[in-house]
């Protein structure tokens, strides 16, 4: 399956279920300076999807558009770290721009999805991206591994913000 209707379909999808009335809503970080967060980073954990069943080595590559969007190509690997690569490319844009911090996602027209970032480290090493609904999430780091103390604690302010953090789980990186 290729790559483009997983990641496509996994936001498009998010905007259709609804968190529930206990939770307060979802926050995002401060400020993100676009230039230090356009690049490379590698998915270290998600909510798995079933349309994103198989997916390992998963990648997003962004870079800036003469147009001021955002260039989106996300890839993986197909169940080993040697599968073959499927790729899909998108297109982001801001929708606050008092923050930079909540974006739209679009792999498919007319779809596009909230693209949240919730944490981001201070060096832009790591990020955390979620979605409102709290049914999507994202560990992204710029190398394939994390430290596991950042990790632990990315998990624990997961739960803090209203994730069920039994269904996020590691993907498969190069070591």
Not at 80 to 94: F, N, P
Not at 148 to 157: G, K, M, N, S, T
């Amino acid at each position: 399956m290729r790559i483009g209707l997983i990641l496509g379909f996994m936001i498009v999808t998010g905007a259709v279920a609804a968190f529930g009335a206990s939770a307060k809503p979802l926050e995002v970080v401060p400020r993100v300076d676009l230039q230090r967060y356009l690049g490379t980073w590698y998915e270290i954990a998600t909510i798995p999807q079933r349309f994103q069943k198989g997916c390992v080595g998963v990648t997003a590559q962004y870079s800036l558009r003469a147009d001021g969007a955002i260039d989106v190509v996300n890839a993986c690997r197909k169940n080993t770290l040697d599968g073959k690569e499927s790729s899909i490319r998108g297109k982001a844009w801001i929708v606050d721009k008092t923050t930079n911090a909540k974006l739209k996602v679009r792999f498919f027209w007319p779809f596009a999805g909230a693209y949240w970032i919730i944490e981001l480290d201070k060096d832009y090493q790591w990020a955390v991206v979620g979605h409102p609904d709290r049914t999507y999430y994202w560990i992204l780091s710029r190398t394939p591994q994390m430290d596991p103390a950042i990790y632990d604690e990315l998990i624990r302010r997961a739960a803090e913000k209203g994730y069920d953090t039994s269904k996020i789980k590691r993907t498969l990186q190069p070591s």
